[in-house]
């Protein structure tokens, strides 16, 4: 750049490594089309209101949209010394029609100016990774359908506890994922307030137009304080923070498929195309992708705190420190947005083994609960059939064998309750079908999660 915009002001010139420090293009040049749409409804307004001649908004805007087009096409790029992408566009505006061009930072600041592109920039980014998370609860969805009669282990403190459905357990993420999407639209609820016109912070002395450009821009309305419209960046936490939670869940069901990919579980196996060799040993097969998800939550986490501590003592209104919020927020879209679409393909083009589930919910006395409900059902207290099924545990650990292999009058010397129907009632496929109550493992009860997840994806998501 040739001259700073405040040169009238200042004797001597900005030294070098300053300008690199102060200079956000970098990071903010992504918001380019935000930039333009925010200078587009400006200027439409200030030519309404007659703050500028109506030929020289009119200018305005149409050169705007041929920036646009230049800058998508790749016909020009982001002059890298320009301070931020508001400064690059005007002085690209200024170069090509000149004076009229220097009107339109009338009635208008970087500090709204760039408020109301983040907002705009954040809004459609939201927009794109909901979409990618729509297309998650879909493959999940559709994965558990099909095996909501698949019995696996469920596991509480790691240990084998009850006979679930592997349907059921992908359903679990199904839940958390369809909350993150209502985390999402709240903030941007929140979100879509319009902070153009707050000008520096004060407000403007020229008669504009604030609901004419949040109506323009999409907003829901303008914002009512001028000193907050500048310095809010509670969008910015906010949807960190949703981020934040939503990687957390993306991170668990990275760490199942880690240990179900195991050959110590051997639950599934991932598709070649989501897994990379070793550089010595030539047997491996490595999870990288899931890996890296739960890695990459360590840095979305990051990215909230840095926001919050970059935030908390800062003085109204608009301070420096607040440039530093783009590059946490863009870092934690970045990333959420490649973890949601490494997922989806993994998680569809995996192989899942029946086989193997089945096998290790035979073991570990599973259905021991069921054979304690048995005894309760019969009119034993729960707590001494609680402690009888101890024994009868122990028993089989001792002599090797699982519940369903030990014969009746063993069982009948431990109480008299038990008859030749038990070996039906701690069947996997028993246990798993009578847990009917709402929300449980049986297909039953699988049909309510489902039209849940199904109305979710038909856009009806309560
Ligand atoms: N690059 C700045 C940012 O991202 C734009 C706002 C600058 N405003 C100012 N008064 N220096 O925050």
């Not at 200078?39 to 805007?61: N, V, Y």
């Not at 520096?200 to 914002?223: H, I, Q, S």
């Not at 490494?342 to 069921?370: C, K, W």
Request: proline letters at 2%; glycine letters at 6%; one cysteine or more.
């Amino acid at each position: 750049m040739a001259e700073k915009m405040w040169a009238g002001r200042f004797a001597a010139a900005e030294s070098k490594i300053a300008e690199e420090f102060n200079s956000s293009i970098a990071v903010d040049a992504r918001m380019y089309r935000e930039d333009i749409e925010g200078s587009m409804a400006h200027a439409a307004m200030l030519g309404a209101k007659q703050i500028i001649s109506a030929s020289d908004s009119a200018l305005i805007i149409k050169t705007l949209g041929e920036i646009l087009d230049d800058l998508d096409s790749g016909k020009i790029k982001p002059d890298e010394s320009a301070e931020d992408i508001h400064m690059y566009v005007e002085a690209e505006l200024t170069a090509r029609i000149g004076e009229v061009g220097k009107r339109l930072h009338t009635a208008r600041s970087r500090n709204d100016q760039v408020a109301v592109d983040l907002r705009l920039y954040l809004r459609r980014a939201v927009g794109e990774i909901r979409a990618l998370l729509r297309e998650n609860v879909e493959v999940l969805t559709k994965l558990a359908d099909a095996h909501k009669q698949t019995i696996m282990p469920g596991y509480t403190h790691l240990q084998r506890a009850q006979p679930i459905t592997f349907g059921h357990h992908l359903m679990a993420y199904v839940m958390m994922l369809i909350r993150d999407d209502g985390r999402l639209c709240d903030a941007v609820k929140r979100m879509n307030r319009s902070p153009l016109g707050a000008c520096a912070l004060a407000g403007t002395t020229y008669d504009t137009d604030r609901e004419m450009t949040a109506k323009a821009l999409g907003f829901d309305a303008p914002m009512l304080n001028s000193l907050d419209a500048v310095s809010d960046r509670d969008h910015c936490v906010e949807l960190a923070s949703a981020f934040a939670v939503l990687c957390m869940h993306l991170s668990r069901l990275a760490e199942e498929i880690l240990l179900w990919s195991s050959s110590e579980f051997d639950f599934i196996e991932l598709s070649d195309a989501f897994t990379t060799g070793s550089s010595i040993m030539p047997q491996k097969k490595n999870s990288d992708m899931a890996e890296l998800i739960r890695g990459k939550t360590g840095r979305v986490y990051g990215n909230l705190i840095a926001t919050l501590t970059m935030l908390k003592g800062l003085p109204l209104a608009y301070n420096k420190d607040m440039q530093e919020d783009k590059e946490a927020i863009f870092d934690s879209v970045d990333t959420v947005k490649m973890c949601l679409s490494v997922l989806a393909p993994m998680l569809d083009s995996m192989e899942v083994h029946p086989d193997v589930m089945y096998r290790a919910a035979q073991g570990g006395f599973i259905n021991a609960t069921d054979l304690a409900d048995y005894l309760t059902k019969r009119g034993m207290p729960f707590r001494a059939a609680y402690k009888t099924v101890g024994q009868i545990v122990a028993y089989a650990i001792e002599h090797h064998v699982v519940l369903d292999e030990i014969p009746l009058e063993t069982y009948q010397g431990y109480s008299e309750l038990f008859c030749e129907d038990l070996y039906g009632e701690i069947k996997l496929e028993t246990c798993v079908e009578k847990r009917k109550s709402l929300g449980g493992t049986s297909a039953a009860a699988f049909a309510a999660e489902y039209a849940y997840a199904t109305d979710f994806l038909r856009g009806q998501g309560k």
